[in-house]
Structure formats: C-alpha cells, structure tokens
Nanobody
C-alpha cells in the first residue's frame, strides 16, 4: 500500500507562483501530477518517465517544473506564470509495479485557483 500526501495549493493571482508537494510513504520512481478542472478531462500535467526524463503537457511547458527529493520520498511541482486556465484540483500520482501489473495510487488532491 502507498500513501501520498499533498500540500501547497491555494489561491493566487494570474502571473503568480505556487509550489505543490507530494510526500510518498516509500520510495517510488514513477510519480507525477495530474489535474482535473470543472467540465474538463483529467489530464497529465508533469511526470517522471523512464531514463530519468520528465514529461509535460504542452500548456505548461516553460512554466511548470517537476522535481524530486529522493531522501524525502517527495516530489514537487513548481508552477510559475500561472493562468486562470490552470485552475483545477491537482492530484499526485504514483505508479507501482506489483504482482505482475502496474497499480496507480493517488493523493487526496489540492485545489489551485488562479484568479484576480
């Protein structure tokens, strides 16, 4: 079993910045951030992929940065130049290979609201 605890959401003005954190109960390589906005599809925002690479949705490239602190089993999402369309509930995700298949684990979600 894996627990993911998120923090760092809130209300910010357009152009502002926030940093989200997600602490895992153990070391996990494949982790990332998804978001769900009203009347929009659940989408991948940023994630660590094989080979130590990172993947970003086009709409956040150049503005968001995913990073990790392996000693703390924690990943971060630094969000700069925030726009109203970034408003969503952000979820931390971890993918764990167990008993022959990949399982997804999710954090509780943290609200990010970008508004003046």
């Amino acid at each position: 079993q894996v627990q993911l605890v998120e923090s760092g959401g809130g209300l910010v003005q357009p152009g502002g910045s926030l940093r989200l954190s997600c602490a895992a109960s153990r070391s996990i390589f494949y982790m990332g951030w998804y978001r769900q906005a009203p009347v929009k599809q659940h989408e991948l925002v940023a994630a660590f992929t094989s080979g130590g690479r990172t993947n970003y949705v086009d709409s956040v490239k150049g503005r968001f940065t995913i990073s990790r602190d392996n000693a703390k089993n924690t990943i971060y999402l630094r969000m700069n130049s925030l726009k109203p369309e970034d408003t969503a509930v952000y979820y931390c995700n971890a993918k764990v290979f167990m008993s022959g298949s990949w399982d997804d684990y999710w954090g509780q979600g943290t609200q990010v609201t970008v508004s003046s």
